[in-house]
């Protein structure tokens, strides 16, 4: 475990009850429970390896939260099972994450065309601020002299 994580008291999010979190996330009885719903998740995918993320939680009586988020961490991947769900934006199968390699691709460059404009846009705003600056300096030096 992190060495310099420092354990403090707070709210367990899932019980609401106080704990000392030692890096946990859960007070112990809920993190132990936590453990235990994967470990239940994991065998039924096992079992059912075509099964929807829906059908999984109405079988293990598991929060939908969960297994989604055991899904997008390539949790049943990681175990080795050929877990697929549907890329968020095309429906493509996929094992890990949340879009596809080829959404996941588009979104990238997305992100960065974005960045980029915005970067453009700021050296704009920063050009017009300069430019608009230097006239009142004149100004300024003028009504000094
Ligand atoms: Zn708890
Ligand atoms: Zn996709």
Known sequence: MNKKYKPHLHNCPLCGRLFMDTGLGSCPKCYEETRETEKR????VRKYPHSTVKEIC???GTDVKLV????QRGQFYTDGLQYLYPCSRCGKPIHHGVYCS??????????KEYNDRANERKTV????KKK??????????STEK
């Open 102 to 111: 080829k959404c996941l691709g588009r979104l990238n460059k997305a992100i």
């Open 58 to 60: 109405n079988d293990t």
């Open 41 to 44: 998740v994991i065998e039924y």
């Open 125 to 128: 705003a920063e050009d017009e």
């Open 132 to 141: 608009s600056r230097r006239p009142r300096l004149h100004w300024m030096e």
């Open 68 to 71: 989604t988020q055991m899904v």
